[in-house]
């Protein structure tokens, strides 16, 4: 059975303490391309991850595990959700249909996640997923695109799809909630 899980990124304290504040599982693109998923018959999961505004690896991967991940999955990560996938990716000798990277953070100065992101990105991971795409803006934050140009050096052979217009990819950036970018990349395969 085709499925996917959708990672989202961190917020700060403020916005995730925020009662008026959806969860982060359920902004910006998220629920609608979950939504969009399902009616192609792609099981589609978007787990919250516990504490994320201060994210830890261990805490992180525990809750991400407790879903089926095999050759048919497609794994979505967005910001530190993204940078998150590629490290369990790394460490998990596995078989992917297809990975896909929105704005992926890693923390390029090693200033906000305490050893989140201490791994080294497995270059033989393209050789075990089918399909990897990184979705940038050049208008986003240097931090993106200092983990983006990182990311292009480990694993040559990934698909860039390059904006110039969606910021970080949020809802605030984007003006929208629907991704049909992001929905076409995942439902086509090569």
Sequence with gaps: MKRAIIIHGTPSREEYFDAATPSESNKHWIPWLQKQLLIRDIFTQTPEMPDSYAPDYDTWKAEFERFPVDSETI???????????LRWISENKIQLNKLILVAPWMDPQERKTMGFFDFEIDPKLQ??????????????????????????KALPHVTFHEFTDKGHFCFEDMHTQEFPELLKTIVLSR
């Design 75 to 85: 794994l979505i990560g967005h910001s530190c959700g993204g940078g998150f996938l």
């Design 127 to 152: 050789d075990r997923v089918n399909e990897i795409h990184v979705f940038v803006s050049i208008d986003d934050d240097s931090e993106i695109l200092d983990s983006v140009h990182f990311i292009k």
